[in-house]
């Protein structure tokens, strides 16, 4: 009895032991990136109406100069992705009210944009504001980048 016991507790032991060494080096890869500079991260915001969810991710990490977004949109009360819109970016920086222009908008389906040619031209604060209308639907999604 004592011997059975034992043994199903060395097993139980074995298999914790077993996910613990498969999650730890997927962890400490995610540390040690994190620590070597700024990461790719993915915003999601409310349209100021209420109508639509926009979800940007940046296309690589953030720079003074050219950068490239995907941007994903929903409407928000059913949650389906809005395909067939019609975008309109702003991209400026609020304290010095200046603009940048040359943006692209590349639609991918399933609700996916591709944003092209967003000029953030110098360190500081910066606005990326998408206008969107959709058929029926209408919606304006701002997102704030502070750029080193
Ligand atoms: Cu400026």
């Given at each position: 009895m004592i011997f059975r016991r034992s043994t199903r507790a060395n097993v139980v032991r074995g298999a914790a032991y077993v996910a613990l060494s498969l999650?730890?080096?997927?962890?400490?890869?995610?540390?040690?990136?994190?620590?070597?500079?700024?990461?790719?991260e993915t915003v999601t915001v409310s349209g100021a109406l209420g109508a639509l969810t926009c979800t940007a991710t940046?296309?690589?990490?953030?720079?003074?100069?050219?950068?490239?977004?995907?941007?994903?949109?929903?409407?928000?009360?059913?949650?389906?992705p809005v395909d067939g819109a019609s975008i309109e970016v702003t991209t400026w920086m609020p304290s010095m009210s200046h603009y940048t222009?040359?943006?692209?908008?590349?639609?991918?389906?399933?609700?996916?944009?591709?944003?092209?040619?967003?000029?953030?031209?110098?360190?500081?604060?910066?606005?990326v504001v998408y206008a969107i209308t959709s058929g029926s639907l209408n919606d304006t999604c701002t997102f704030e980048y502070p750029i080193p």
């Open positions: 999650a730890l080096p997927a962890a400490v890869g995610c540390g040690s990136s994190s620590e070597e500079g700024p990461a790719i940046p296309e690589a990490v953030l720079a003074q100069g050219m950068n490239a977004f995907s941007l994903l949109l929903s409407d928000k009360a059913t949650g389906a222009e040359g943006e692209q908008v590349m639609p991918m389906g399933e609700g996916a944009y591709h944003i092209e040619s967003v000029s953030l031209v110098m360190a500081g604060d910066w606005e």
